[in-house]
């Protein structure tokens, strides 16, 4: 039999196998959930479910991973690329998969979202995922509460039980990457209104760093306070030591109009979480974004829910944006 065609995916595979092209450094590795786990307990009695609740993700500064909604980052999560979600309703933005910890779940830990993995190859050449976002506000509280009160022989209390889903009243959002070449990674997001009526949606695809310098170490894994700088009204340019310089280039909105680029500090809400003075004017959920288009670190590009054209009637054609990251020149980052 005569020898086939090698595909795509086999070339990029061996490629990378012998290092010559880095198809692996860009993929699905940002974590689902980085607040109460192991990782970030620094708690005197070893409870991280106690010492950093999902309440405080949004607020506080991770150290030792990030998390994020279908989203990706490189092979040691120093850039990070994920959605922001908010549908009107909700107190906050939807920016991570909410759960029950272990002493919240009446069989234990448990996410309580509904979010599907659909595609990736080997090499994360080409990925994608789904996640369903009700229109009604997200019932953090009822989740939290009644299957705190169910005993262990009942069944768990799951997020369709609570009627969030009724007459499809949900967003499907779906997330698609695809590598140009291992550091140009094209991203397609579409938003399907699947209920019975124009409903709004609020979207902010979010580029930021994670926090490596604020804990009083230099070295390995404790680099310096890298940067996302605004080049154009579509272009952000992001800076690291180790990694080097990328670019995220956006496209437009369902208006044809460009987003608007926000900007604030990954750094921790201390006033917030613990009543102490913050150590930036501009931090995880705090005063606003940052004035300006320089010198900031975590960046959000967001369209506004206002705009007439994110309503979707059920049957029309799902609205879909696009953005890509691709190295930006410079100096090359590491493997």
């Avoid at 086939?4 to 012998?18: I, P, V």
């Avoid at 990736?120 to 994608?128: E, F, G, L, N, V």
């Avoid at 409903?199 to 930021?208: C, K, R, Y």
């Avoid at 959000?300 to 049957?315: H, K, L, P, Q, V």
Wanted: charged letters at 30%; proline letters at 7%.
């Amino acid at each position: 039999m005569k020898k086939g065609k090698k595909l795509a995916e086999e070339a990029r595979l061996h490629e990378d196998a012998l290092r010559k092209q880095n198809w692996k450094r860009w993929g699905p590795y940002l974590s689902e959930r980085q607040w109460g786990t192991v990782r970030e307990d620094y708690s005197p009695d070893g409870n991280p479910w106690d010492y950093f609740p999902h309440d405080h993700a949004r607020s506080r500064a991770y150290r030792w991973g990030e998390d994020g909604l279908l989203g990706v980052s490189d092979r040691e999560g120093r850039l990070c690329f994920a959605l922001a979600l908010w549908n009107g309703e909700d107190p906050i933005l939807k920016e991570r998969l909410f759960g029950l910890t272990g002493l919240e779940g009446n069989h234990g830990e448990d996410v309580k979202e509904a979010y599907f993995y659909l595609d990736s190859t080997p090499t994360h050449s080409c990925m994608k995922a789904l996640y369903k976002y009700p229109q009604a506000e997200f019932p953090y509280r009822l989740l939290s509460e009644e299957n705190r009160r169910r005993g262990k022989e009942e069944p768990e209390f799951e997020l369709h039980d609570t009627g969030v889903f009724k007459e499809n009243r949900y967003f499907d959002v779906f997330a698609e990457y695809a590598k140009a070449s291992p550091d140009d990674l094209l991203i397609r997001i579409t938003v399907a209104n699947r209920g019975p009526e124009p409903a709004s949606l609020s979207l902010l695809p979010t580029l930021w760093f994670r926090n490596t310098w604020s804990w009083g170490r230099i070295g390995e894994g404790y680099w310096p306070r890298p940067a996302i700088v605004r080049e154009s009204p579509e272009l952000l340019r992001a800076d690291h030591a180790t990694l080097g310089r990328y670019d995220l280039v956006a496209g437009p909105g369902p208006d044809g109009a460009l987003p608007d680029l926000l900007f604030t500090e990954n750094e921790t809400n201390m006033a917030r979480l613990f009543g102490a003075a913050n150590p930036s004017p501009h931090v995880k959920t705090g005063s606003g974004p940052s004035p300006g288009s320089t010198g900031t670190i975590r960046t959000c590009s967001g369209w506004e829910a206002e705009s007439t054209a994110w309503s979707t009637s059920r049957g029309n054609r799902p609205w879909d944006s696009s953005a890509g990251i691709r190295t930006g020149g410079g100096r090359s980052g590491s493997r």
